[in-house]
């Protein structure tokens, strides 16, 4: 037996355990979520699937778009199956953000991106994907205050412009951002005392990889609007999820609210799929916004909560 198969072995036994112990950990949530089940619309949660699908295409298109501004191109069936492949790590695996990054990384490097490359599609599509959920979490809180609020949610517009026009001046020119991190590594290397020249050489090394980069305007509104409809998308299907389980008095307003304090909490990677912690905050953001006056059962918090962990 090679060497490589023992390792191929070793880890699959892992992951089997895992996966088992991921289970058991579960098991009393999902039981007791099982016990309070009632028949859910069926329809409403079919529609909650093609949401789902939709939104999970956009975000593979949102990064086929930035590779694509770089000079590499990727079919776009690939694009998806990476999209899915590295939303299952993310969800299955404690802290799998960290391991679906990681996965997207190496990825990228085989679809022919260099590392420079694949590192900044990487930033760029999490960047864009922060941006636009804060953008609608401010939205979500300016209609739940009956059209107050619109000065914090111009804020967030400009902060979102901001990182936008830094993003594209860095792409455009990045001699600019070769003289930014060497006043940073200059500026480290006076507190340390160590040389800088090893860093002046990887920064030079990298911004001749992203100097093959031309991202027009165009492919930065496109990969932005990729951004923003995968996270409406999931959100609508996370309000047809409460509405197929029964959930009261849903507004637009109070699924935007629970559901970017659901996906906040799930920026919190110690948990595999953010069990028990998303399902908490999405259930806080539904009670906060006056949608569950009482307790809500266990099928409730455990359908609603779908959308999030898809």
Known sequence: MTAVRRIKIIATGLALVLLAVELW?????????????????????????????????LFARMQRRLLRAAGTLVPIQRAVALAYAAHSLSVTLP?????????????MRRFGATPAVASWAVAVSGTLSTGTLILIGAVGGVLARGGHGWLALAGDVIVAIGLAVCLRTFVQHPNWLLWLCGKVLTGFARITGRSVE???????????????????????RIAM?????????DAVCFGLCCVAAGVPGLSVAQIFIAY??????????????????????????????????????????STASSASSW
Do not use: C
């Not at 099982?34 to 999970?56: F, I």
């Open 25 to 57: 950990y579960g098991a009393p949530a999902l039981a007791a979520a099982l016990a309070h089940l009632r028949t859910p619309n069926w329809p409403l949660l079919g529609l909650a699937v093609v949401a789902d699908l939709g939104s999970m295409g």
């Open 225 to 233: 609007a990729f951004a923003a409809g995968n996270w409406l998308l």
């Open 95 to 107: 802290g799998g953000p960290v391991f679906s990054t990681a996965f997207n990384f190496s990825q």
């Open 260 to 301: 970017t304090a659901g996906m906040a909490a799930a920026s919190f990677p110690l948990v595999p799929g953010g069990l028990g912690v998303v399902d908490g905050a999405l259930i806080l953001g539904l009670a906060a916004g006056g949608t569950l006056s009482t307790t809500p059962s266990p099928a409730s918090s």
């Open 198 to 220: 090893r860093g002046n050489r990887l920064v030079s090394g990298a911004v001749e990889q992203l100097s093959v980069i031309r991202m027009s305007t165009r492919d930065l």
